[in-house]
């Protein structure tokens, strides 16, 4: 070899072990970034649905991590370009609208914590889009989701069985006794988790390339999850799961060689649920209790009316993020049925439109609508070519189809329910809709775009801010639940309670309901008449203070906040606060009675007997308050009575 080979393998040796470099840390990269994908998508259902603070920061703080390994990939790995689908762009709209709504709401802690919520959606989309595109990576995710939820409809088959009261160690409530939930509190929201995937599990069943000890264990896991989804007994699932598998098994039969399967399949699911309606007394009970008209209608169809009225109030930018639940009190009905908080309207695109207004629902429609254009479009690059003899199976048609199913399933459920305000299922969602577009790059290298440095330094600017907004938001959120935790363990004892719970608003000061849990304290330790009882409550009181200027749509701060006036001997000035509890929730039972309380404080047994009685017209089951004072004032007014005129 001459001395001019030699200079020349000399010189290629640092260019071979910097590309061998940048391979590996590509290759650690995407197996960290697979390995966090999947522990969010099967924590999430595992944890109750992730609807807990301390459940949803664990995703929280895997998303974090995801964006760091995806940055450091970005640079250091040998995959430098993007996959950016025209669903991309559609979905940069709603996240700026979603930014800008947050800087307009009226109460920051809500507002900010559904904007965490969309960030992690959205940092996930696309972390999953551009680096789990691969074959061995949707598989991974895949056969993860529908082995957890075979799992999970065999939990919820024995919670059947057995009539459980239980969920893992909770206690569920009486409302939902007889009926399976699995890993979710609400049944709903575990069938929305299940109808999702069992479309997909079929489709691999029915038409993706499979061994046959493969293609058996997804048959069986198709079988469970399908008993899973209807021993929930939700009649919204019923309904939507139901459609999504009838357009699934009809796109199946347009394949010669899976239509006799897919025609057996669909017998034995029909035959399957008719056997299960005739022999279950729960499901027959279920289905017959379903009212759309007078008293006793479904309490959604009494919620739908006042959301559609806020929305109409605030036609195109709605009430603000997360903010339903509280403004949802002046626009309810005086009636028994609807004095519970109603948390969410029942109906994501009615929720959507109350808090985001109409420009928000066109805007968060816009990615579902690019997704399916990209299905329609792309169809026939995710087929094997066929020949006259056979359609060949294909796992990338399978994929697309099932999930595309699934993602409509929940779609139409949602029009009825809340499952994707459920931070589990939109996750579910949100990382199906990333792997089909993902599949796109089958049909065209055009989404492909090649980042240069000046491409690079912009999504630098665009990740680095993102992963030190959410870091910051995971630690306060981490550091404010750990001494909320405290404060519970502490409940017993009111003076190291209120220790913890004041750290925990030094860690979040924008929370209203702490700063609400601590006035509370404090008041009921005043109302104890111990020594030192006037100074708690004049401490109380700065307390609810913030609680209202926080959240100046909860009613409790300034009713109690008159109590505490009472208590304290200023009668004359509770008057007001009394007043402006009524103003935000005039039909409110228990703020009725605090007002008929006040007015007992007065001396004013008529007006306080005129208020007690209205609120036991709005809920005369189960009214201790009301009740007990009532028979006060009726003894009092006798006794007034019996006394001799002067």
């Given at each position: 070899?001459?001395?001019?080979?030699?200079?020349?393998?000399?010189?290629?040796?640092?260019?071979?072990?910097?590309?061998?470099?940048?391979?590996?840390?590509?290759?650690?990269?995407?197996?960290?970034?697979?390995?966090?994908?999947?522990?969010?998508?099967?924590?999430?259902?595992?944890?109750?649905?992730?609807?807990?603070?301390?459940?949803?920061?664990?995703?929280?703080?895997?998303?974090?991590?995801?964006?760091?390994?995806?940055?450091?990939?970005?640079?250091?790995?040998?995959?430098?370009?993007?996959?950016?689908?025209?669903?991309c762009w559609a979905v940069l709209p709603f996240l700026g609208y979603a930014i800008y709504r947050y800087r307009t709401a009226e109460i920051e802690f809500l507002a900010r914590q559904e904007l965490i919520q969309i960030l992690v959606y959205a940092s996930l989309f696309f972390a999953i889009l551009n680096n789990l595109h691969g074959k061995f990576s949707t598989r991974a995710v895949v056969m993860?989701?529908?082995?957890?939820?075979?799992?999970?409809?065999?939990?919820?088959?024995?919670?059947?069985?057995?009539?459980?009261?239980?969920?893992?160690?909770?206690?569920?409530?009486?409302?939902?006794?007889?009926?399976?939930?699995?890993?979710?509190?609400?049944?709903?929201?575990?069938?929305?988790?299940?109808?999702?995937?069992?479309?997909?599990?079929?489709?691999?069943?029915?038409?993706?390339?499979?061994?046959?000890?493969?293609?058996?264990?997804?048959?069986?896991?198709?079988?469970?999850?399908?008993?899973?989804?209807?021993?929930?007994?939700?009649?919204?699932?019923?309904?939507?799961?139901?459609?999504?598998?009838?357009?699934?098994?009809?796109?199946?039969?347009?394949?010669?060689?899976?239509?006799?399967?897919?025609?057996?399949?669909?017998?034995?699911?029909?035959?399957?649920?008719?056997?299960?309606?005739?022999?279950?007394?729960?499901?027959?009970?279920?289905?017959?209790?379903?009212?759309?008209?007078?008293?006793?209608?479904?309490?959604?169809?009494?919620?739908?009316?006042?959301?559609?009225?806020?929305?109409?109030?605030?036609?195109?930018?709605?009430?603000?993020?997360?903010?339903?639940?509280?403004?949802?009190?002046?626009?309810?009905?005086?009636?028994?049925?609807?004095?519970?908080?109603?948390?969410?309207?029942?109906?994501?695109?009615?929720?959507?439109?109350?808090?985001?207004?109409?420009?928000?629902?066109?805007?968060?429609?816009?990615?579902?609508?690019?997704?399916?254009?990209?299905?329609?479009?792309?169809?026939?690059?995710?087929?094997?070519?066929?020949?006259?003899?056979?359609?060949?199976?294909?796992?990338?048609?399978?994929?697309?189809?099932?999930?595309?199913?699934?993602?409509?399933?929940?779609?139409?459920?949602?029009?009825?329910?809340?499952?994707?305000?459920?931070?589990?299922?939109?996750?579910?969602?949100?990382?199906?809709?990333?792997?089909?577009?993902?599949?796109?790059?089958?049909?065209?290298?055009?989404?492909?775009?090649?980042?240069?440095?000046?491409?690079?330094?912009?999504?630098?600017?665009?990740?680095?801010?993102?992963?030190?907004?959410?870091?910051?938001?995971?630690?306060?959120?981490?550091?404010?639940?750990?001494?909320?935790?405290?404060?519970?363990?502490?409940?017993?004892?009111?003076?190291?309670?209120?220790?913890?719970?004041?750290?925990?608003?030094?860690?979040?000061?924008?929370?209203?309901?702490?700063?609400?849990?601590?006035?509370?304290?404090?008041?009921?330790?005043?109302?104890?008449?111990?020594?030192?009882?006037?100074?708690?409550?004049?401490?109380?009181?700065?307390?609810?203070?913030?609680?209202?200027?926080?959240?100046?749509?909860?009613?409790?701060?300034?009713?109690?906040?008159?109590?505490?006036?009472?208590?304290?001997?200023?009668?004359?000035?509770?008057?007001?606060?009394?007043?402006?509890?009524?103003?935000?929730?005039?039909?409110?039972?228990?703020?009725?009675?605090?007002?008929?309380?006040?007015?007992?404080?007065?001396?004013?047994?008529?007006?306080?007997?005129?208020?007690?009685?209205?609120?036991?017209?709005?809920?005369?089951?189960?009214?201790?308050?009301?009740?007990?004072?009532?028979?006060?004032?009726?003894?009092?007014?006798?006794?007034?009575?019996?006394?001799?005129?002067?």
């Amino acid at each position: 070899m001459s001395e001019g080979q030699n200079a020349g393998l000399e010189a290629q040796e640092p260019k071979r072990k910097d590309s061998d470099l940048r391979e590996q840390i590509d290759a650690w990269c995407e197996w960290g970034i697979l390995a966090m994908v999947l522990g969010i998508v099967l924590f999430g259902p595992i944890a109750l649905g992730a609807v807990r603070p301390t459940e949803f920061l664990v995703l929280h703080v895997l998303t974090v991590g995801i964006l760091v390994l995806w940055l450091v990939r970005y640079w250091f790995g040998k995959t430098q370009i993007l996959l950016w689908a025209p669903i991309c762009w559609a979905v940069l709209p709603f996240l700026g609208y979603a930014i800008y709504r947050y800087r307009t709401a009226e109460i920051e802690f809500l507002a900010r914590q559904e904007l965490i919520q969309i960030l992690v959606y959205a940092s996930l989309f696309f972390a999953i889009l551009n680096n789990l595109h691969g074959k061995f990576s949707t598989r991974a995710v895949v056969m993860a989701l529908i082995t957890l939820a075979t799992l999970l409809s065999l939990y919820a088959v024995y919670q059947w069985i057995t009539n459980s009261p239980k969920v893992w160690f909770f206690d569920k409530p009486r409302a939902y006794f007889g009926r399976a939930s699995g890993s979710y509190i609400c049944p709903n929201h575990f069938a929305g988790f299940l109808e999702m995937l069992l479309p997909l599990t079929i489709a691999y069943t029915l038409t993706g390339r499979f061994k046959p000890v493969a293609r058996v264990l997804l048959a069986y896991a198709a079988l469970v999850i399908t008993t899973g989804l209807a021993v929930t007994l939700s009649r919204g699932a019923y309904a939507a799961g139901g459609l999504a598998l009838t357009i699934c098994f009809i796109c199946i039969l347009r394949q010669r060689s899976s239509r006799m399967l897919a025609l057996a399949c669909l017998v034995f699911i029909a035959g399957g649920v008719a056997l299960f309606h005739a022999k279950s007394i729960r499901t027959q009970e279920r289905l017959e209790d379903t009212q759309i008209t007078g008293y006793e209608r479904n309490l959604r169809l009494r919620i739908w009316p006042a959301a559609v009225h806020m929305w109409q109030d605030h036609f195109w930018t709605g009430v603000g993020p997360a903010h339903f639940d509280y403004r949802y009190r002046s626009y309810r009905d005086a009636h028994d049925k609807l004095q519970a908080r109603a948390g969410y309207v029942h109906n994501d695109y009615l929720n959507t439109l109350a808090d985001y207004g109409l420009i928000g629902l066109i805007l968060i429609l816009l990615p579902v609508g690019a997704l399916y254009w990209g299905v329609f479009w792309g169809w026939r690059f995710f087929r094997r070519k066929s020949n006259d003899l056979e359609q060949k199976k294909s796992n990338k048609a399978a994929f697309v189809l099932g999930a595309s199913t699934g993602i409509f399933a929940i779609l139409l459920h949602s029009v009825v329910d809340f499952n994707l305000h459920i931070p589990a299922n939109a996750i579910l969602a949100v990382t199906l809709m990333a792997l089909i577009t993902g599949h796109l790059r089958f049909a065209t290298d055009r989404f492909w775009v090649s980042q240069r440095l000046k491409g690079r330094l912009l999504a630098t600017l665009i990740l680095l801010p993102a992963i030190a907004y959410l870091a910051s938001q995971a630690a306060h959120c981490a550091g404010e639940q750990w001494w909320l935790h405290q404060a519970q363990k502490h409940a017993t004892d009111p003076a190291l309670q209120r220790v913890a719970l004041t750290k925990a608003f030094a860690c979040e000061p924008r929370n209203f309901e702490t700063a609400y849990t601590l006035a509370e304290s404090l008041r009921q330790e005043s109302w104890l008449g111990t020594k030192g009882w006037d100074k708690l409550a004049e401490a109380a009181l700065p307390w609810y203070e913030t609680a209202f200027a926080l959240n100046p749509y909860d009613p409790f701060a300034y009713a109690r906040y008159g109590m505490c006036l009472d208590w304290l001997k200023r009668t004359a000035e509770a008057g007001p606060w009394f007043e402006r509890a009524l103003k935000i929730d005039p039909h409110n039972y228990f703020i009725r009675a605090e007002m008929g309380w006040h007015y007992l404080q007065l001396g004013d047994y008529d007006k306080a007997k005129e208020w007690f009685v209205l609120s036991t017209k709005v809920n005369w089951m189960n009214n201790p308050v009301a009740d007990s004072y009532l028979k006060i004032i009726e003894e009092r007014l006798e006794e007034r009575k019996a006394q001799p005129k002067k």
